[in-house]
């Protein structure tokens, strides 16, 4: 069974414009969260969407900002990039919420964002 | 979420056991254990959970102690690809809400197999 698949995996974009990054969960998973990873800050927790609601969100500005769709697929969106943006972006996918036996969170490989 | 503590490195023998030790005293009842491991540059990967007993999966086994207070990931025959860094998280157990929805990440523990 496939994992979590993330799109892009590098790209290179330039202060001051957006970029949208993909995400789709494990198939059957419902839950689907982000979190951004870097050397300074280590693995931060983003935001988490279930059924196509953000349940839950980390202490990121609004300029990160997600969404959901019915096939649970997920994108997330960075507005107006600044220099401190560049990080690795992991998506992890669940069947559901909390923590439970069977609700382990499994990652993509991410998606490296270098801003210049 | 219980903080947990690691010790930041640790090398071990191609082909020996490694032993990844991890407190958390401060866990309460309803929290599990998680490890999962990193690899330069990939996603973290997951290892093994457990609530109150030992468990043991294809890749490592988990030993939690009685009290809860600390547990030990161990990969039995260590291998140069083992190499990584080793989280040690805490989440909360149940449903929506609180905060077991997502992973706290500490440093971890770089695990150096060596030749």
């Known amino acids: 069974k496939a994992g979590v698949t993330q799109t892009p995996r590098y790209l290179i974009k330039t202060r001051g414009q957006q970029v949208t990054l993909s995400c789709s969960p494990i198939?059957?998973?419902?839950?689907v969260s982000w979190y951004q990873q870097t050397p300074g800050q280590g693995l931060q927790f983003l935001f988490e969407?279930?059924?196509?609601?953000?349940?839950n969100k980390g202490n990121f500005p609004g300029r990160f900002s997600g969404r959901q769709f019915s096939n649970s697929r997920s994108e997330m969106n960075v507005s107006t990039l600044e220099l401190g943006d560049s990080a690795l972006y992991l998506c992890a996918s669940s069947l559901g919420q909390g923590a439970s036996s069977g609700n382990t969170i499994y990652f993509g490989e991410g998606s490296w964002l270098t801003v210049v | 979420d219980a903080k947990t503590t690691q010790p930041p490195s640790m090398d071990c023998a191609e082909g020996r056991a490694a032993n990844l030790p991890c407190n958390h005293s401060?866990?309460?009842?309803?929290?599990?254990v998680y490890w999962y491991r990193q690899i330069h540059s990939q996603g973290p990967q997951y290892i093994i959970h457990g609530l109150k007993n030992n468990e043991t999966n294809e890749m490592a086994s988990l030993i939690i102690t009685e009290d809860r207070k600390s547990s030990t990931l161990i990969l039995p025959h260590a291998t140069l690809r083992d190499t990584a860094v080793y989280y040690c998280i805490v989440r909360l157990r149940g449903g929506s809400g609180g905060s077991n929805y997502k992973l706290t990440f500490g440093k971890g523990t770089l695990l150096t197999v060596n030749p």
């Open positions: 401060t866990i309460s009842g309803n929290e599990y």
């Open positions: 198939s059957g998973h419902r839950s």
């Open positions: 969407y279930f059924s196509e609601t953000q349940r």
